[in-house]
């Protein structure tokens, strides 16, 4: 079982960064795949960045490419998300997800995720 709670949105003009920061608690996230994903209202949940189980590599959105940086602390047991040049169609609900199950590829489904955060609010006004 793992505890996830995302921080770090806001309202940021658009040209501007984030940082969102993912808390996890119980067992360690080295044991699990672990993701962002975003969801505005009336789309579905899709998948912005992530570390496949192990750590080894990462995975982002074709959207986000370039802007968008995944790290890992894990003295701290926390994800980062860095977001640079944001964009009005970055504005979402953000989320902190993890996959327990061992992939040799990051799944970029989100029914593939066991653990959700609560999620962080993102707007970007342009």
């Known amino acids: 079982q793992v505890q996830l709670v995302e921080s770090g949105g806001g309202l940021v003009q658009a040209g501007g960064s984030l940082r969102l920061s993912c808390a996890a608690s119980?067992?360690?996230?080295?044991?699990?795949?672990m993701a962002w994903f975003r969801q505005v209202p009336g789309k579905e949940r899709e998948f912005v960045a992530g570390f496949n189980w192990g750590g080894g590599s990462t995975v982002y959105a074709d959207s986000v490419k370039g802007r968008f940086t995944i790290s890992r602390d894990n003295a701290k047991n926390t994800v980062y998300l860095q977001m640079n040049s944001l964009k009005p169609e970055d504005t979402a609900v953000y989320y902190c997800?993890?996959?327990?199950?061992?992939?040799?590829?990051?799944?970029?489904?989100?029914?593939?995720?066991?653990?959700w955060g609560q999620g962080t609010q993102v707007t970007v006004s342009s």
């Open positions: 119980g067992r360690t996230f080295s044991s699990y795949a």
């Open positions: 997800a993890a996959d327990r199950t061992p992939r040799a590829l990051i799944s970029r489904r989100s029914l593939s995720y066991d653990y």
